[in-house]
Structure formats: C-alpha cells, structure tokens
C-alpha cells in the first residue's frame, strides 16, 4: 500500500497548497489493515497538512468486506490515539459501511458507531442509510456528530429535512463531479446527435470562470 498512500498523500498536500481554508482527506481504510498502520496513515497526513480525516471499516476484500468488530474499533482507537498526540486539532470521522453491502443491519451500524464514539473519533458516519426515520434513529444513538453523504439516487435529502432528523455535517462525495460530467455528456450528445449547441445558453460565461478561480 506504500505506493497508494504516497499517491494520495501527495494529492492531499497539493489541495493543502493551493487553499487558505483547511482540508480534511478521505484516506479510505487507513492504507493497510492493521491498527498501527493506521495510526502512521493519521501522522503522514498531518505531516501532509491535512487537520482532519476519515476512515472506514471496509476491507476492500468482497467476500469479507467489513473488518471484524473488535478490529474495526482497535483500528479507529489508533487512529484517535495518533491524532490527539499531534500538536494541533485533528478531526477523525469514523465511517461504518455496513449499509453499502448487502444484508445491511442498522444495529450492527449503531454498534459500531457507539463503539467509533467511545473510541474517541469526534464525528461518525455511515454512508448508504435509506430513508430518514433511520437517520434520525442513527443521530439518536449518538452524541457526536453524525455527517450524512448526499450522493446516492433515492436516498439523498434536503438540508432542513437532514438537520431536522439530527445530521450535524454534509458531504457530497462524487456527486459535483458527476454533475459536471453529466452536463459535458449531454452536451457532446447535443451536438453529436442533433448537430445543435443549446447548451451554450446554459453556460457560465469565461470571464466569471476566472473570476471565481482568482484568474
């Protein structure tokens, strides 16, 4: 995983250069299984100049693809540990999975959370729940901030519906990149398969695009 963490940290440290406002990194699984590999992913990122991260219980192994509890928890309890020891604020999100697989158990989710939140990370996650009765049920089990993901079609919601249910944070994951992807498709599309260029009206013009990238 050297390979991969180097990778990512890099990028990480680009976004850290090229902003005033501070940056949290989704470094995914912590880069290896075991707790103390997490812990050093935790320092290499603050080294990086990240101030926050997440990390996940997802093994990236399919036919096991949640780390067993008591791992799951050590791993988030190093990576706690790794964070409080540095010399600035450093904000863990923990994230419980199990509602991106199959046969999710909403228990097994509040479980692992509750056992995330005395393993010291200051906000939890689970992305994938399916409507809002279970994210007001999940924010209820808790006492830390609860971060909910727009991006996932049918179970994605508004922010007044998301703040009424208890959600303390929002992140949309792929969902602006998507949207500016599926823009560019449709507009190629016009153009290939009508031979027309309505998309234009749409734009945004040039000289805002620099004004907002500071050009």
Known sequence: MAGET???????????EATDLPVSGDLEGGFGDSPET????????????????????????????????ALAVERIAAAAEAARALPFPFVLTARAHNFLYSDPSLDDTIGRLQAFQAAGADVLFAPGLPDLDTVATVCASISKPFNFMVGIKGRSFSVAELTTAGVRRISLATSLYRAAMTGFLDAVSEVKDRGEFGFLDRCVATSELHRLMGI
Do not use: K, M
């Open 38 to 69: 997490v812990a050093e992913t935790i320092r290499l990122a603050a080294g990086a100049g990240l101030v926050g991260c997440t990390i996940e219980d997802s093994t990236g192994d399919q036919n096991h693809p949640l780390y067993e509890f």
């Open 6 to 16: 180097e990778d990512a940290l890099a990028h990480a440290h680009s976004i850290v």
